[in-house]
């Protein structure tokens, strides 16, 4: 039966419709899965980014953490260093006002002749020499002299030997330490320091432990004491 013209305009306008909503439904298909990966790049960027951030700022606060132990330990550094330089400078305040009072002892003649006695015998059993000169301060002369016999007496009970000791009076110790006496050998090639000054040096290295002991007590991190 053959179809009429209004039959296949039908046929035409549904086929049309059909292909039509057909097309509708890929594109809102394609729209879907469009939005859908979108969606996913767009999570996968933000994360990545996220994490770039995160480690970004991980390593600046590792850095600035660092920066801080650093500048902390400097300060701690510095504070210990002015902590020793106070100490330091409180012995030696110590120890100048030991050579302060050395100056104290050669106003009373008979201890410090004894002094001078004993220093001169001392350095004569270093030397061990059949010939020395003593130089002393100028104002010193007169006291040296007179005790110099008893020192060499003192030397020669001691070791048995001889000795010629000789005051220089052309040379003197600086008028303004405080006191003692330096010995010559005569050929001038050994010379023992025997000051109050160089004494109290070779004391004072020794017990500077002790004195830091005194003074601060114990320090109970320092493994040795010299």
Do not use: W
């Amino acid at each position: 039966m053959a179809l009429s013209d209004a039959d296949v305009q039908k046929q035409i306008k549904h086929m049309m419709a059909f292909i039509e909503q057909e097309a509708n439904e890929k594109a809102e298909e394609i729209d879907a899965k469009a939005e859908e990966e979108f969606n996913i790049e767009k999570g996968r960027l933000v994360q990545q980014q996220r994490l770039k951030i995160m480690e970004y700022y991980e390593k600046k606060e590792k850095q600035v953490e660092l920066q801080k132990k650093i500048q902390s330990s400097n300060m701690l550094n510095q504070a210990r260093l002015k902590v020793l330089k106070v100490r330091e400078d409180h012995v030696a305040s110590v120890l100048d006002e030991c050579r302060r009072r050395l100056g104290d002892i050669t106003r009373d003649p008979a201890s410090y002749g004894t002094i001078l006695s004993a220093l001169i015998t001392q350095g004569l059993l270093q030397l061990m020499e059949a010939n020395v000169t003593i130089r002393g301060r100028q104002n010193d002369a007169q006291l040296i002299q007179n005790i110099l016999p008893s020192a060499v007496e003192a030397y020669k009970n001691t070791c048995g030997k001889n000795v010629v000791v000789t005051l220089d009076t052309e040379h003197f110790l600086p008028a303004d330490s405080t006191g003692g006496i330096d010995l010559i050998t005569h050929s001038g090639r050994i010379k023992i320091s025997n000051t109050l000054e160089s004494r109290l040096e070779l004391i004072a290295q020794q017990l500077i432990p002790e004195i830091r002991n005194a003074l601060f007590g114990r320090n109970i991190n320092r493994k040795f004491t010299d």
